[in-house]
């Protein structure tokens, strides 16, 4: 099972995690983040890096955020990856926390 980027994402899209990654699996939209399911290992490094509590293996999704898995592993295979840091969004302290986001999402 991979690692999943979940709603807390949308409209944040930090980098920390990304940075951390051993193995470069996280893509990057216009307004979020995902992880390539096909390249996460499963190593957890990015889970604490992630300052919004955006990330968790898939199995420990809660039943609201399950939707993410199918999302993660569609928009991986359209999104370019992503192998720095780069600045979170502007508004990024503003949507920090803030439930029901995922109309948001930018595809």
Request: glycine residues 4%; hydrophobic residues 40%.
């Amino acid at each position: 099972m991979a690692h999943v980027v979940t709603e807390s994402c949308i409209n944040c899209r930090h980098t920390d995690c990304v940075e951390v990654c051993p193995v470069d699996c996280f893509r990057a939209g216009e307004n979020f983040l995902v992880i390539d399911p096909n390249e996460c290992i499963d190593c957890g490094v990015c889970i604490p890096e992630c300052p919004v509590d955006a990330i968790a293996l898939e199995e420990d999704l809660p039943p609201d955020q399950r939707s993410f898995v199918r999302i993660n592993a569609e928009l991986a295979a359209q999104w370019p990856a992503i192998t720095a840091k780069v600045d979170a969004l502007p508004d990024a302290e503003r949507y920090r926390g803030q439930p029901g986001k995922r109309a948001l999402l930018k595809r």
